[in-house]
Nanobody, 123 residues
């Protein structure tokens, strides 16, 4: 079994920055795509960004392009999400996930999920 743990959420003012971390453990994740999703109250969980196993390919939701950057650690089982120029509409619980599909953007393409970390952006 794989355990996925997110950290780094918090409260920040609009225009500020946060860095989220995600660590997966329990088995090898060779070949796994890692992704971030978010879910605001009363809304469906939505795709934010994904990164390939090798870390050389990343794809972003239009709403975060140019503001968020995903990277993968040398150990490959850790990913980071640098969030800059945050907006109140970025407020949500952010989830990290791992799956085997390439360029996965749907929740059903990811197998392992973390419990989420709250990000709140005040205006």
């Amino acid at each position: 079994q794989v355990q996925v743990v997110e950290s780094g959420g918090g409260l920040v003012q609009a225009g500020g920055s946060l860095r989220l971390s995600c660590s997966a453990s329990g088995r090898t994740l060779s070949g796994y795509t890692m992704g971030w999703f978010r879910q605001a109250p009363g809304k469906e969980r939505e795709f934010v960004v994904g990164i390939s196993w090798r870390g050389n390919s990343a794809y972003y939701a239009d709403s975060v392009k140019g503001r968020f950057t995903i990277s993968r650690g040398n150990a490959k089982n850790t990913v980071y999400l640098q969030m800059n120029s945050l907006k109140p509409e970025d407020t949500a619980v952010y989830y990290c996930a791992a799956g085997t599909s390439v360029s996965a953007i749907s929740t059903n393409e990811y197998t392992y999920w973390g419990q989420g970390t709250q990000v709140t952006v005040s205006s």
